[in-house]
């Protein structure tokens, strides 16, 4: 969740993971045909975490985090890079460029807090309750959950969600496949049944399903022209969370308005939230223009990405007044790997010894010095930033599931600890580029004619663009509680399915392995065990050459807004949701322009 967000969730007995779970409450068996335990009971939960305490009880008012008095108001203006011609989430990333506005006014049956590790608690659901063994849960709706033309969201439009999202949309096919069946039981209920038991993160990340109204979809638009999930549409969507769509210019802006009457507003999981009552998505095709509206006030606030512009570009008298404030905000709710991906797909890239040398040509810290004014980091883990990222030589739990797959992966990963290439100056480089040309003769590779060839003679060369099947730069982000999504990004059956995060075309079943230990990990520290496990394994596989990273997000903003202190430890900036117009700061720096 982050997207996606981000964002992304996680045998035993039930009451030994009562202190995980939360407060149970044992009600009525949903109907005559089903029998969940032996007394025809089932125990429903008013939130799940895959793993260690959860930190608000049955009844709690609201998050610790948000100001239950924040003042509802005033306008927020935004930047978006790139453009847009669809308001179709289910066809996001397949067809067409997707508003980001359009997600933020649908809801999901659970709501994660932003003070815990991969906890939620009931949104358009009231509880949940699962198996003992993981094999199946139900969500139960709120009798009170409406779209905005004032119908329920039913059991109806929970089922035609996840099935539509699956069938349209590659990357909730792979992250929803799991999910065999999907059955009404009662008026509100909805039970997911799953391909098998064990996995402890499948009841949760059913929580983070996004609800699709079916009614709508289904439905004809103002011209009487039959509505298609499977197509891009540019007609607002019906949603049922507390913004909805007020208007717009095809590729250029779209507005929010706060729904006045939004039916979840006294939720404990929104009170504090949603206090605009408007917001406002300008987009922008480059990043220099963006800065500049921004700095003309024709943006509330931007997040810089580029190491450069933080350094140099945010100088002008704003600044000085302070009017405009640049503040970090560190980044402790995931990691990441990002890096220059080797197309596995290319025969040359079949062999690992090319694809290492890569690594050995790429002289981060010289590129850091001379472009990034010394900001980042090299990256060293495909989960950096997180404790799940391995260091020095496996051992204990790690160690032991390594040695069921030490048949199948680089002996270097019981032997050597993981480290990239060190660069910066004319002798650690020619280092490398000699380290780099060994691996190279190895694999069978020449210099002739001062040109690297192949052992036909064929020239070696390769192509690096933003957007095309030869290396490319990408980056997969990871959350502090990593499972099925890791089989999108690197499992087998991703690698030769199209718009999958599997852009390196990994095809490794030891890699598998490892991720069914990941994903079927019983406790905390096992799933940590496994993640490094993985870690180390893609690490010495060189799949990718890693780039860099920075532990903060960079924002500018006017200084019109305020924000309950401290902001949660898994929420970065918590803009826009923690946040609210102050109509005092305001006033003190001037109307906009």
Do not use: C
Not at 211 to 232: C, F, M, N, Y
Not at 509 to 538: C, E, M, N, Q, S
Request: aromatic share 12%.
């Amino acid at each position: 969740m982050t997207i996606t967000r981000r964002h992304l969730l996680q045998s035993g007995a039930l009451a030994a993971l009562a202190p995980a779970l939360g407060t149970a409450t044992i009600l009525p068996a949903l109907g005559a045909d089903e029998a969940h335990t032996a007394t025809g009971e089932v125990v429903w939960r008013h939130a799940l975490s895959l793993f260690g305490d959860i930190k608000y009880p049955a009844g709690f008012k609201r998050f610790d985090y948000v100001n239950p008095d924040a003042p509802k108001g005033g306008i927020a203006r935004m930047i978006s890079i790139g453009t847009f011609d669809n308001f179709n989430i289910a066809v996001a990333g397949v067809k067409g460029s997707i508003a980001p506005a359009a997600a933020m006014i649908y809801e999901t049956l659970m709501a994660r807090s932003q003070d815990e590790v991969a906890t939620e608690y009931g949104l358009l659901a009231e509880g949940a309750a699962h198996s003992d063994d993981f094999g199946w849960v139900i969500y139960r709706l709120r009798k009170e959950a409406r779209w905005h033309d004032g119908k329920p969201v039913t059991p109806e439009d929970v089922m035609f969600s996840i099935e539509v999202l699956k069938k349209y949309s590659p990357m909730y096919g792979s992250y929803y496949r799991h999910v065999v069946k999907t059955e009404k039981f009662g008026e509100r209920d909805i039970k997911f049944t799953f391909d098998s038991p064990g996995n402890r993160e499948l009841p949760t990340i059913v929580g983070e399903l996004i609800v699709l109204p079916k009614h709508h979809w289904e439905g004809t638009d103002s011209q009487g022209r039959k509505r298609d999930i499977s197509a891009t549409t540019l007609e607002p969507p019906l949603g049922s969370s507390a913004y909805r769509i007020k208007e717009f210019v095809a590729g250029r802006s779209v507005s929010l308005e706060r729904v006045k009457d939004y039916w979840g507003a006294k939720l404990p999981t929104q009170v504090g939230l949603n206090n605009f009552d408007e917001m406002r998505f300008e987009f922008f095709r480059d990043n220099l223009v963006a800065l500049e509206a921004f700095k003309a006030d024709q943006a509330d606030w931007i997040a810089e990405n580029s190491a450069k512009q933080w350094a140099t570009a945010y100088d002008f008298p704003a600044i000085a007044e302070k009017r405009v404030i640049k503040e970090e905000f560190p980044i402790s709710d995931s990691g990441r790997m990002q890096g220059f991906a080797l197309n596995l797909r290319r025969e040359q890239f079949k062999d690992a010894r090319l694809r290492r040398a890569f690594n050995y040509a790429y002289d981060f810290e010289e590129m850091n010095k001379q472009l990034f004014y010394g900001q980042y980091k090299r990256i060293n883990s495909y989960f950096e930033g997180t404790e799940l990222a391995a260091s020095g030589l496996p051992e204990g739990q790690e160690l032991q599931i390594l040695e069921t797959v030490r048949d199948k992966v680089p002996s270097e990963v019981f032997t050597t600890p993981y480290a990239n290439p060190v660069g910066g100056n004319p002798e650690a480089v020619r280092g490398n580029l000699r380290e780099a040309m060994k691996l190279l003769k190895e694999a069978g590779y020449d210099i002739r004619e001062r040109k690297l060839v192949d052992a036909a003679g064929k020239p070696v060369s390769v192509e690096i663009l933003v957007q095309d099947p030869d290396i490319v730069m990408d980056v997969w982000g990871e959350s502090l509680s990593p499972g099925n999504e890791q089989r999108e990004f690197w499992g087998s059956q991703s690698a030769d399915q199209p718009g999958s995060k599997n852009v390196v075309g990994i095809k490794n079943p030891a890699v598998d392995a490892l991720i069914d230990k990941v994903i079927f990990a019983k406790d905390r520290a096992g799933l940590v065990a496994a993640t490094k496990a993985l870690d180390r394994v893609l690490l010495w596989n060189f799949y990718v050459v890693p780039q860099f990273t920075y532990p903060f997000s960079r924002y500018a903003r006017w200084d019109r807004f305020s924000h309950a202190e401290p902001l949660p430890k898994y929420g970065r900036s918590g803009l826009p949701a923690l946040w609210w117009y102050d109509s005092e700061k305001a006033a003190r720096i001037g109307k906009r322009s």
